[in-house]
């Protein structure tokens, strides 16, 4: 396939810089530097019985969509357990993260649709608690989502209700537009692909034009196998593209990519053509506990990521969302890619040790990023070898 770039690109003998990709400025930070769509649930965690998760055809370890069998699980849960809250799902977990990073009050921004209920409000309050803006689409008809956490001993449990959380359209989008327009990063996690591609499209396109940088999360493997020709469509516009390496593989399958090892699939996708031929993609893979990939232009390296022990982890599910924001954060701050990868491995490495997508103390969380940011003993990132095969 003829990506219609050069044949031959020069590649360093040695480990490059990692320049901004945004110039840093005294305005770099400020009131809606980073605006996200995404699909809002109200997280409800709480520790419940083995009798609880029977009663409701519930199971350990497991993660279902709620059907019949569920009915009124979520009233159950609020009525008899001790339950804790928090603005969930994909986007809004990377927003709380860039948000707590940035620490200018409403410095972010989040999309989506709730419903007119209890819970939507519960999901207000909770979304801007943290200090990011909320700009809630609500839907006459269906419940706010949700998603109850179970947690029973050192296992849990998840059962999501999307509701009106599927539901967000492009004119909720369009009317709320100088949100848009007064973003530097416009970002949308591959979920909302699903729900409103037009509302992807649009922030995209808008991007492109406009100088701002366009960032994806591929979200997972199935959004980049059932949405493939859409994927193919809009990643000329992509600026940023992030997602482990079972979604960069899926996203690969459709497409005339080479692969051979994780480094050689991420130039192969940072390579592809760009809209604004002026820009490099940046494509960033992530591993779980195996260092993450970065390529952009002639640039490949890899960054070992912050060890944690077995047993200090107790739930990975929003490894990927905090990584994105902790990385995010740093962008609109004009950093270094070196410094992006480190804050998103720290802000990580601290979420995959509490059950949700929680920080439990938010003054330390900054406090010790300051000291990991200034530190050296992280910065032993190499430049990678693309010859080295995939599993």
């Not at 007119?116 to 609500?138: P, T």
């Not at 706010?144 to 001993?153: E, H, L, N, R």
């Not at 530097?184 to 991007?207: M, N, W």
């Not at 990519?257 to 490099?280: D, H, T, Y």
Request: proline share 5%.
């Amino acid at each position: 396939m003829d990506l219609g770039l050069p044949k031959s690109r020069p590649r360093p003998t040695h480990s490059p810089s990692c320049p901004p990709l945004l110039a840093a400025s005294g305005e770099c930070c400020k009131e809606g530097c980073i605006a996200s769509l995404g699909i809002p649930l109200l997280d409800m965690i709480a520790n419940v019985t083995e009798a609880f998760l029977k009663r409701f055809s519930l199971e350990e370890d497991n993660s279902i969509q709620a059907g019949p069998q569920q009915d009124g699980v979520y009233g159950a849960l609020q009525k008899e357990c001790q339950v804790s809250y928090s603005a969930g799902g994909s986007a809004q977990n990377t927003i709380r993260i860039a948000q707590l990073m940035l620490r200018v009050p409403r410095a972010t921004t989040v999309f989506g649709c709730i419903g007119k209920d209890h819970f939507g409000e519960i999901l207000k309050v909770k979304g801007q608690s943290e200090g990011a803006k909320v700009v809630y689409q609500e839907h006459d008809v269906l419940p706010s989502g949700k998603c109850a956490v179970f947690i029973t001993k050192q296992n849990r449990s998840l059962c999501a209700d999307f509701g009106a959380a599927k539901h967000y359209t492009l004119d909720h989008l369009q009317r709320n537009w100088n949100c848009i327009e007064k973003a530097s990063i416009l970002y949308s996690p591959g979920y909302v692909v699903a729900s409103c591609p037009e509302a992807v499209s649009a922030i995209a396109r808008f991007a492109s034009q406009n100088d701002k940088l366009f960032c994806l999360n591929l979200s997972a493997p199935y959004i980049c196998t059932q949405f493939s020709q859409f994927l193919q469509n809009l990643m000329p516009y992509v600026d940023i593209c992030f997602g482990n390496l079972k979604e960069f593989l899926a996203f690969s399958e459709n497409q005339d990519i080479q692969k051979g090892s994780a480094a050689k699939l991420a130039q192969a996708i940072a390579r592809l053509p760009m809209f604004n031929s002026s820009r490099n993609r940046t494509v960033v893979i992530t591993q779980g506990d195996q260092p993450t990939i970065l390529a952009t232009g002639d640039l490949l390296k890899e960054y070992p990521v912050i060890a944690v022990t077995k047993e200090n982890i107790k739930d990975t599910c929003g490894a990927g969302d905090a990584f994105v924001g902790g990385f995010l954060s740093q962008v609109v701050l004009g950093q270094s890619l070196d410094l992006c990868i480190k804050c998103g491995h720290y802000a990580a490495s601290v979420v995959i040790q509490q059950t949700g997508t929680v920080i439990p103390d938010y003054q330390k969380f900054v406090d010790d990023w300051e000291i990991i940011r200034s530190s050296r003993e992280l910065w032993n990132y190499k430049q990678t070898d693309s010859e080295k095969s995939l599993p």
